[in-house]
């Protein structure tokens, strides 16, 4: 027991170090990373899809997308469909992205170069569809999101604190369905305020796109205090 106690912290504090480095990497680059998790299905990729979609006009931001996933390259086949640049990672069974996983797929980009140079603005990291271990990984991002869709209930920010507690803001997606799914909105938001009072709710409609200013508009000023940041 304790010989498997020390090779974890062994591990977790080695990944911490690939945290380090990710955050340096993007820091001195000035772009913005982004973990975006939520359970599979709640909307990760049709938001990045929609953002896309979104930012044609005013282009407020460039982006790509690092894509977790356990199996296949559906995700960014669908981001590359929506001219997004996007890396699949696959974990073949793990369920969270981890940082040294960052730090390969940034290498694999070109962003170690000394080299480099390439207006880049937002990575948006979309970990694997889980609410539970990719809240504990640090992955070196600026800040993680929560997604949260209408037909999982209003119940999960309590029952998954962790990740409800960490985030940045919380987007709230499907609220189309709201007419047909029973889900108590003031209960969410009551839940949310709770463990993380300063973190924004924003509701989401991804199929119209409605909703998805706040959310632009909130990744741009992000974007602008840290290129404002000594
Ligand atoms: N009605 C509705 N469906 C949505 C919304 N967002 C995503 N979906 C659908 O939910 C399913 C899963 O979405 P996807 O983006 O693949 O989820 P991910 O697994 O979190 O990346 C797809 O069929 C989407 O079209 C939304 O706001 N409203
Ligand atoms: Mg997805
Ligand atoms: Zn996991």
Known sequence: METVITIRQAVMAEDEKCAFRVRETLKERKILGVN?????????TTLLEQTAAHIERESPFSFLVIEGDV????????????????L??????????????????L??????????????????????????????FDLGEDFKVA????????????????????????????V???PYVKFDKALFARDVKALNPKAPI???????????????????????EKRHVV
């Open 36 to 44: 975006i998790i939520g359970s599979p299905g709640c909307g990760k």
């Open 71 to 86: 199996e296949t390259a559906r995700d960014a086949q669908r981001l590359a469909a929506a001219n997004v640049e996007a």
């Open 88 to 105: 699949q990672i696959n974990t073949k069974g793990a369920c969270h992205l981890e940082a040294h996983v960052i730090e390969n797929a």
């Open 107 to 136: 290498q694999t980009l070109g962003f170690s170069s000394a080299r480099y140079r390439r207006d880049l603005d937002v990575i948006f990291i979309e970990n694997v569809g889980n609410l539970v271990c990719p809240a504990e």
């Open 147 to 174: 997604v949260s869709s209408v037909p999982e209930g209003a119940d999960k920010p309590l029952k998954y604190p962790m990740l409800f507690s960490q985030a940045a803001v919380v987007l709230l997606t499907k």
């Open 176 to 178: 189309d369905l709201l």
């Open 202 to 224: 924003m509701e989401l409609d991804l199929t119209s796109g409605a909703g998805l200013e706040s959310w632009i508009a909130f990744i741009a000023k992000r974007l602008e």
